[in-house]
């Protein structure tokens, strides 16, 4: 996608702390981190948001990919929190699917 900023991130046309990456995942540090420890996890093609996502395999990969960060990153012992914000009303400001990987400190909630 042309004006999508994490489609600019996944060409290098726009720098990232990546942390993990394959033939169809990205991860990579969240520029604006809410949390210790702030990773998106993505794929590499392009869905604006979980709403657009028909094939299973998409969002399993992304869970899983997210689950070996945490335990990559040491947020196995004491949790994390995965996230998906979606559309308008859920938060979302980037169009281009992205799970949240938050840990490092107590999570609330319910959620702002
Ligand atoms: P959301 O608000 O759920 O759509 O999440 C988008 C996330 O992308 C926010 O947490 C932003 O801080 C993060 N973000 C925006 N631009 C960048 C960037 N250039 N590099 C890393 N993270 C970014």
């Known amino acids: 996608m042309e004006n999508c900023l994490f489609c600019k991130i996944i060409q290098g046309q726009i720098p990232s702390t990546k942390v ?14 809410q949390a210790p420890i702030h990773i998106l996890v993505i794929p ?23 689950a070996e ?18 559309g308008q009303d859920g938060g979302q ?3 281009h699917l992205h799970i949240h990987l938050l840990g490092g400190r107590v999570m609330t909630w319910p959620p702002g």
């Open 44 to 66: 590499k093609s392009h869905y604006d948001s979980v709403r657009q996502v028909s094939n299973p395999d998409v969002l399993g990969t992304l869970m899983i990919k997210a």
């Open 20 to 33: 993990y990456e394959d033939e169809s995942v990205l991860a990579f540090r969240d520029i604006a981190p």
């Open 93 to 95: 400001t980037v169009d």
């Open 69 to 86: 960060i945490a335990q990559a990153e040491g947020l196995d012992s004491k949790g994390y929190r995965l996230v998906c914000n979606t």
